[in-house]
């Protein structure tokens, strides 16, 4: 069974992926048409899902900072959206009871109000899936986006501990714990201890599960915000962003397992595939919700715009809601399957939108400047390039390295362009000209565009080729007129940029030249 059950979901991801959807979308589906020819889901196989999720936020927390939660636009995103959220799919309902006389609809009023809660909310997995995979993740659109998600985990562990009757017992408080100054030294000398090999995946796997699940879910708290709590715990540290690569491919094949999870729920009725399919159709109205609120806290419009189809889905914690209203006895299991198809259908429907958001944007500019307010957010505010004539776009090491190079032949005449606020202050503080900025940004290189004098070099130094792929094609749509160098690591790249007529430095091409030039020199001083 599970090599059936891995053959659908390899090639139903292959085949929809052939025509632009993410490989998730071909799970889901995969899920579905298991289920459908009657094949017996693996009994491990809901196991694999809830670790992949444990994992999933666990990552989330290792590149989260407790500051980026503390901001209004955060904060008053989520609670403004789950108030006005929760009305308008309350009052669909009861519209919807008046229009059709059907049995799925005969709800009481609690149960209509707790299916408009659990409606309100967005897909966590989803969305952080596709924050990664376009490598936004420190995007400011996509913090905001992380912190609601987090903000509504929160929500739910209220709700749910209410609606249970399990509130946190006195032993929660340990996890408070936690934050003192020795344990997390301790927790960072163990990861120290940890190395780089396979012992740090290890080291991964026991702050998800052992230290952060296990630990929350022992004193009546969520499990899932453990791993995210003790995620967060550890960002601080200098291994996070190795110990997140080193779980990666882990955690990607056991979120495979919760796509196909969520696919495998039942067999809808028509009823209840009508169901879902219009509750899919009022996604478009709880999409602008979003963009609507998160501009009035200043954001741009391209900012909200990302944010809120970033979040325009439903959420797996709606089959959560649903399991607990068919097991206490106000909803029909009719509406387990209505979630899970519509959780499913939401992915699908939201994904094309994600892969060309920017396109979106451009399409509809004029009429989403409407809704922006004219005093931005200080950090969404379009930087200025100055006087600077050649632009370093990230400042990684590569980046680094090259700043340092050309300082030294064009001084006062280099500036940097970095998409981490803390990188940033960090090279800032060793003397460095770097600003914050986000080079896949269309109305920064409009802005670059309109900057006196015009820059004669643009570097892209970022470690993401598709972010280089798409700053070129930025900045040649923009209409600068400058020379434009890209760094590249495999073959196919440097032939992706010079179809674009970017010429590009291959690091690893380049690497082995130089060891070789190297060895030589070695060579002719021994002989």
């Known amino acids: 069974m599970a090599a059936t059950l891995i053959s659908f979901a390899f090639f139903f991801g292959i085949a929809l992926s052939r025509v632009g959807l993410p490989p998730m979308v071909g799970f889901l589906v995969a899920g579905f048409a298991y289920n459908f020819m009657g094949f017996q889901a693996p009994d491990s196989l809901q196991a694999v899902a809830d670790l992949g999720v444990t994992l999933l936020l666990f990552s989330i927390g290792l590149k989260l900072k407790i500051e980026d939660l503390a901001t209004a636009e955060v904060w008053g995103t989520s609670v403004i959206h789950l108030i006005c959220s929760s009305a308008f799919f309350t009052g669909t309902i009861l519209v919807g009871q008046q229009l059709f006389d059907t049995a799925i609809l005969d709800l009481s009023l609690f149960a209509i109000v707790v299916i408009a809660f659990g409606l309100s909310f ?47 017992s006195l032993w929660a408080l340990t996890v408070l714990l936690l934050f003192f100054t020795p344990i997390r030294k301790l927790i960072y000398k163990l990861i120290d201890y ?192 100055g006087d600077a004539k050649i632009l370093i776009i990230g400042m990684g090491r ?16 280099i500036l940097g362009i970095e998409f981490n606020e803390d990188r940033a202050e960090k090279l800032r503080s060793d003397g460095m000209n770097v600003e914050v900025a986000d080079a896949t940004d269309t109305d920064f290189w409009y802005q670059v565009h309109l900057s006196i004098p015009v820059e004669e070099l643009i570097l892209l130094a970022m470690p993401n080729h598709m972010s280089n792929l798409f700053a070129a094609e930025r900045i040649q749509a923009s209409g600068l007129d400058c020379k434009v160098v890209a760094i590249a690591k495999h073959e196919t790249e440097v032939e992706e940029l010079n179809k674009m007529g970017v010429p590009s430095f291959n690091l690893y091409l380049e690497a082995g030249e130089g060891l070789g030039r190297e060895a030589l020199g070695v060579l002719t001083k021994k002989s």
Not at 216 to 226: E, Q
Not at 405 to 410: D, I, M, N, T
């Open 122 to 168: 967005s897909s966590t997995v989803y969305a952080v899936k596709v924050l990664e995979d376009k490598g936004d993740t420190s995007a400011l659109y996509g913090k905001v986006a992380i912190g609601i998600l987090v903000m509504q985990d929160i929500f739910a562990v209220i709700f749910l501990a209410v609606s249970e009757g399990k509130y946190p």
């Open 194 to 385: 940890a190395g780089h090999g396979e012992l740090l995946v290890v080291s991964g796997l026991f702050f998800a599960l052992g230290a952060g699940y296990e630990f929350f879910y022992s004193v009546d708290l969520k499990g899932d915000l453990g791993a995210l709590i003790l995620g967060v715990l550890i960002s601080n540290h200098p291994k996070s962003k190795s110990l997140a690569k080193a779980l990666f491919s882990f955690k990607e094949l056991m979120l495979v397992g919760f796509f196909l999870s969520v696919g495998m729920q039942g067999l809808p009725t028509l009823t209840i595939f009508a169901t879902a399919t219009a509750l899919v159709a009022l996604l478009p109205l709880k999409t602008f919700l979003y963009f609507f609120i998160a501009t009035r806290f200043g954001l741009r419009a391209r900012t909200s715009l990302f944010n809120a189809i970033c979040l325009g889905n439903y959420s797996e914690f709606g089959l959560i809601v649903a399991a607990l209203g068919v097991s206490q006895g106000f909803l029909s299991v009719d509406w387990l399957l209505v979630f899970a198809i519509a959780v499913s259908l939401s992915f699908a429907a939201a994904a094309p939108f994600s892969k060309f958001s920017e396109q979106t944007y451009q399409k509809c500019k004029s009429r989403l400047y409407r809704f922006q307010k004219d005093r931005l957010h200080q950090k969404d505010q379009i930087l200025d390039t």
């Open 398 to 413: 590569v980046g680094t390295g090259a700043y340092k190079v050309l300082e030294s032949y064009r001084p006062g005449e």
